[in-house]
């Protein structure tokens, strides 16, 4: 074991994170909670055209109320162009149900 791998077994122990080579027979508990590699959720694409619709408004209420630059600038034209690929592909909106 190097250096390297002892430092970040040290900073994991630290932490509270257990270790599978230290006899935890549960792999869970190796790995910190919502990084274990399940998908908690899922949005379908008309819940993903709901979102980047209610973000390009949020966008555009944020440049109307007197904030500009290059980077809203670039984020409004990114949202603008998903929305027009989706919606070409014919995709619907739908609510997100959170």
């Given amino acids: 074991m190097g250096r390297r791998e002892r430092e970040r077994e040290r900073e994991r122990d630290s932490r509270g994170e257990g270790s599978r ?3 935890n ?3 869970l508990f ?3 909670p919502l990084q274990d590699g399940r998908i ?5 694409l008309g819940q ?3 979102k980047l619709k209610r973000n390009l408004e949020g966008l555009e209420e944020r440049i109307k109320g007197g ?3 290059p980077a809203m600038t670039e984020a409004l ?3 603008k162009a ?5 919606e070409d592909k014919g995709i619907v909106e739908e609510t997100l149900e959170e």
């Fill in 30 to 32: 190796s790995v910190p």
């Fill in 40 to 44: 908690k959720g899922y949005r379908s």
């Fill in 67 to 69: 904030e500009e630059g």
């Fill in 25 to 27: 027979s549960n792999p």
């Fill in 82 to 86: 998903a929305i027009k690929k989706l």
């Fill in 48 to 50: 993903q055209l709901f």
């Fill in 77 to 79: 034209e990114k949202k």
């Fill in 21 to 23: 080579s230290k006899g």
